[in-house]
């Protein structure tokens, strides 16, 4: 059957470079890198390789980068060290409404320990106001944590003007750039960044490994205790095939971040362009310029974006929802209705983000079976025959 596979927020295949890389360190360079002994110097070399490499991207040093287990780890240590290491200046912690679940989960955590936390608003396009981030700094905040881009809407956030704004204040400034890293350009030092998570496998690394920045100077404790691994900071012997393979995966993408990101967009405008002319009452979620070079995010009125997904997959197309089952009841993206969206329509939405070797033809193809979808689906709705009714079509 035909597969188009549009989910490339969610993962993205490990691309052949970083699985050839990986290999040897199965079975031939497979000694511990923490050890002392000289076999233990080629496993070594390769996760220093890969360390120098993520740096060199970021502007950042080699050994202000730590390998994680992923995104999701890299965030929770951020977060939960920070409040450890600075809670005795302060328990105040700025975040915004739209962040990745590892955040949110991690600050309503915090919260039970004491701590306050500020979630701010974003506008309809999902960009939260670099002014109003200000007004809810205090002389007790301690850490401000806004994602570089959002995961569902794609929009990227002002991460600039908020370093700037963290810095004036002396308050430490940690970015989710799981969806970012390697697809746009990012530099540390001149956005004012202290601390940044991402995840190998959203740039054709493998599923399991990550980093977090580290800024020099910014003294947040160990997050997993028991060994002296990575400068004491992070325990637990390095996945160095992992590792490896996230760096080859980055330096690949970096290389080729301009020219990919061009023919993305591209790809991406057409698709919106399509999709907004040949299906009516559709929008676009997120800014239409300031967006990830890959996403699309839509909702469609009058239907739900699961029945939509089970239909697209039956035409071969891996797609993705901003909904989410939780406990047995189908509730809206927490990232749409904070743009302001009403209940009925999130529940129509549909997320695509498409990856290195999507074509115009694959995106030809997704338009035309999305358009008679939407019209079946509508068809069998009730919301929008009333509708219709009311409007004199029908």
């Not at 000694?31 to 490499?53: C, I, L």
Request: aromatic share 8%; proline share 4%; charged share 25%.
């Amino acid at each position: 059957m035909k597969r188009i596979y549009l989910d490339h927020a969610a993962t993205t295949k490990t691309r052949k470079e970083a699985v050839e890389a990986m290999l040897p360190y199965f079975t031939e360079c497979y000694a511990n890198p923490s050890a002392v002994y000289s076999f233990a110097g080629e496993a070594k070399r390769g996760v220093d390789e890969s360390r120098e490499a993520i740096a060199g991207i970021l502007g950042a040093k080699p050994e202000e980068i730590y390998f994680t287990g992923g995104g999701t780890e890299s965030d929770n240590w951020a977060l939960i060290a920070a409040a450890d290491a600075y809670g005795n200046k302060g328990k105040h912690i700025i975040t915004t409404k739209i962040e990745h679940h590892a955040i949110l989960h991690t600050c309503a955590y915090l919260e039970k320990k004491g701590f306050e936390v500020t979630y701010l608003d974003v506008d309809d396009l999902g960009l939260v106001d670099p002014a109003e981030l200000e007004k809810a700094v205090r002389p007790d905040t301690i850490l401000i944590s806004v994602m570089f881009a959002n995961n569902e809407i794609g929009t990227i956030e002002p991460i600039k003007e908020i370093g700037a704004i963290a810095k004036k204040h002396g308050v430490l400034f940690h970015t989710d750039a799981v969806q970012a890293f390697a697809h746009v350009p990012i530099d540390v030092d001149e956005m004012n960044i202290d601390m940044l998570s991402a995840s190998g496998h959203k740039f054709y690394g493998p599923n399991g490994v990550g980093f977090l920045y580290i800024r020099k100077g910014v003294k947040i404790r160990s997050y997993i205790h028991g060994g002296a691994q990575e400068r004491k900071r992070r325990a637990g012997t390095l996945n160095t095939p992992g590792i490896v393979g996230m760096g080859t995966a980055a330096r690949l993408a970096a290389s080729e971040m301009e020219q990919e990101g061009k023919r993305q967009c591209e790809l991406r405008d057409y698709l919106i362009d399509r999709v907004l002319k040949e299906i009516p009452h559709a929008r676009l979620n997120g800014d239409f310029k300031r967006r990830l070079p890959n996403n699309a995010s839509f909702c469609f009125r009058f239907i739900e974006g699961e029945s939509m997904l089970i239909n697209l997959d039956l035409a071969g197309i891996c797609a993705s929802s901003g909904s989410a089952c939780t406990s047995g009841s189908l509730d809206p993206s927490h990232v749409l209705l904070a743009i302001g969206l009403p209940h009925e329509i999130a529940h129509g939405s549909l997320r695509i983000t498409i990856g290195d070797e999507t074509t115009k033809e694959d995106l030809d193809y997704v338009v035309d079976k999305l358009v008679k979808i939407v019209e079946n689906l509508r068809a069998m709705s009730p919301l929008y025959e009333d509708f219709m009714k009311k409007n004199g079509k029908k």
